[in-house]
């Protein structure tokens, strides 16, 4: 049998006793929850019994009344059945062997939990643009109260700059989740503590219940919450884990960036715990605090979305630099070879048998690639998608446009220009026209033509010497729009 335990928060205490755990609510009044009176206590309870049944029916007991001699009733229990402490979620995958099969089923159990739990029109404004600003605002400024003196710089101020970045260019996204009805009343605490892994399946208990305010909002900040706890616990593979599985279960298309983003708010909400921690002098909070604005700061650095121009000369290697960057970090990649073609209403590789400035390469139709390119790019931005666009960019005008879609979204905008000797970019596409099976109809007669000087300079883009090693180049590129991503320095 269990041995005999009390815990205390700043909330409650837990007695644990034989197979019973009991939960006694303290008389305490915060910013965010009352129970200041044994009347509001007992409807906490309750609140917590009902709301809690959701996920854990056969742990969530009941209420159950303490009181005084005459039978009259003082104060309540939460009563609960007590689980074992060695199948606690957060002790398990401290261990070596720990079987991800019991991470598996609890994405599974939240996402089934997702599929039915409440949704309507208010709970629909926490997945609003207005929702998420307040919820930014408010708590980058009470942790900026609290950490003043743990800080250096001004780290809260360029987190508060990249997540609002990211929200007011993703109005789309947001707006797309709540009419997918990806809003939802969920559990609003999910932490590898309060989950327990049993032969039978997963207990998920302890949901916010004092307000609803603090379970309702998208199904992936539901999520997100615990896989940021994971990897505050030393384990980010069972975080990524865990969120691939409930991207499978929940049917999931989310875009990658708005995982980040989440986790990236619910650390910054541990961090500001942890400094509320840290003032009432409790050991290792500061160091918590600190490691959670880290956890806040990486996860928004990973969504960021970020615009590529890729441009230069036909045959300079724009193709193999923009495939190169979207392998190593995953962003899409939009070529106006294709796009021309699409179009025109022409197979890929069908020849177009037109000159420079004629027919589908006429000034005209080539206004309206660019247009198309610059659409479809907004377009996934939007989603919260980064984007290499491939194109020879030789037009400022065009460039200009390119710059207003990336202010528009609020991405972080790249420019790379490919630089080649002439000779050897005809040797390129020789080489590549003999080959077949590509979307250019470049010619060396048509590199001849564009090498003239005929447009402004692209004095803004970082110029890439592509005779190098395609390897090299890679990198290169990778190092100037990730460093991050980069595996080393390198040089121009």
């Known amino acids: 049998m269990e041995s005999a335990a009390v815990v205390e928060t700043h909330i409650s205490v837990l007695f644990f006793l034989g197979d019973r755990a009991y939960k006694l609510r303290k008389s305490v009044a915060t910013p965010f929850l009352d129970f200041s009176t044994r009347e509001l206590r007992l409807a906490d309870c309750r609140r917590e019994v009902q709301l809690n049944r ?43 062997s720990f079987d991800e099969a019991h991470l598996e089923a609890v994405a599974r159990q939240v996402a089934a939990f997702h599929s039915r739990a409440a ?23 009470e942790t900026a109260e609290l950490a003043d003196r743990l800080l250096e710089g001004d780290l809260l101020a360029r987190i508060g ?38 032969d ?50 929940a049917a999931e298309n989310h875009p990658d960036s708005l995982e980040h983003w989440y986790i990236a708010y619910r650390a910054l909400v541990r961090a500001k715990i942890a400094c509320l921690r840290a003032e009432a002098g409790k050991a290792d909070a500061a160091q918590d605090a600190l490691a959670f604005l880290a956890q806040t700061s990486r996860h928004l650095d990973e969504a960021e979305i970020h615009l590529v121009l890729v441009g230069g000369l036909p045959g300079t290697g ?20 294709e796009v021309r073609k699409e179009l025109a209403g022409r197979d890929q590789v069908e020849p177009a048998g037109a000159t420079p400035f004629e027919g589908i390469y006429a000034p005209r139709f080539t206004a309206k690639v660019y247009a198309e390119l610059l659409r479809r790019a907004e377009m996934a931005l939007g989603w919260g998608d980064s984007v290499v666009l491939d194109a020879t960019w030789l037009d400022p005008g ?72 395609s390897a090299d180049v890679i990198e290169l590129t990778v190092s100037l729009v990730r460093p991050d991503h980069s595996h080393g320095a390198h040089g121009n």
């Open 54 to 96: 959701r996920l854990a029916p056969d742990v969530y007991l009941g209420v159950h009344d303490i009181v005084d001699e005459s039978g009259d009733p003082i104060d309540h229990l939460v009563v609960m059945r007590r689980l074992p402490e060695d199948r606690r979620l957060a002790t398990m995958i401290a261990d070596s």
């Open 161 to 198: 700059r990249r997540a609002m970045d990211y929200l007011h260019g993703r109005h789309r996204l947001l707006s797309h989740r709540v009419a997918e009805q990806r809003i939802v009343d969920g559990h609003g605490d999910l932490l590898a503590e309060d989950i327990f892994c049993l």
């Open 318 to 337: 724009k193709t193999t630099v923009a495939k190169g960057l979207s392998d190593r970090l995953g962003w899409a990649v939009l070529r106006s070879d």
């Open 398 to 469: 065009q460039r200009d446009a390119a710059r207003a879609v990336a202010r528009e979204t609020h991405a972080h905008l790249h420019e790379v220009c490919c630089d080649l000797a002439t000779d050897e970019a005809a040797a390129r596409i020789l080489a590549r026209t003999a080959a077949g099976g590509d979307a250019s109809d470049a010619t060396p007669e048509v590199l001849a033509t564009l090498a003239r000087p005929s447009q402004a300079p692209w004095t803004t883009a970082r110029r890439i010497d592509t005779s190098r090693p």
């Open 200 to 249: 039978d399946g997963p207990r998920i208990l302890d949901c916010v219940e004092f307000d609803p305010r603090f379970r309702w909002g998208d199904v992936l900040y539901d999520a997100a919450f615990l896989a940021m706890d994971l990897e505050h616990l030393g384990r980010a593979d069972l975080a990524q884990r865990f969120l691939a599985a409930y991207r499978e279960y």
């Open 119 to 141: 949704r309507g029109p208010d709970i629909d404004l926490a997945g609003s643009v207005e929702h998420w600003t307040m919820l930014w605002s408010t708590n980058l400024e």
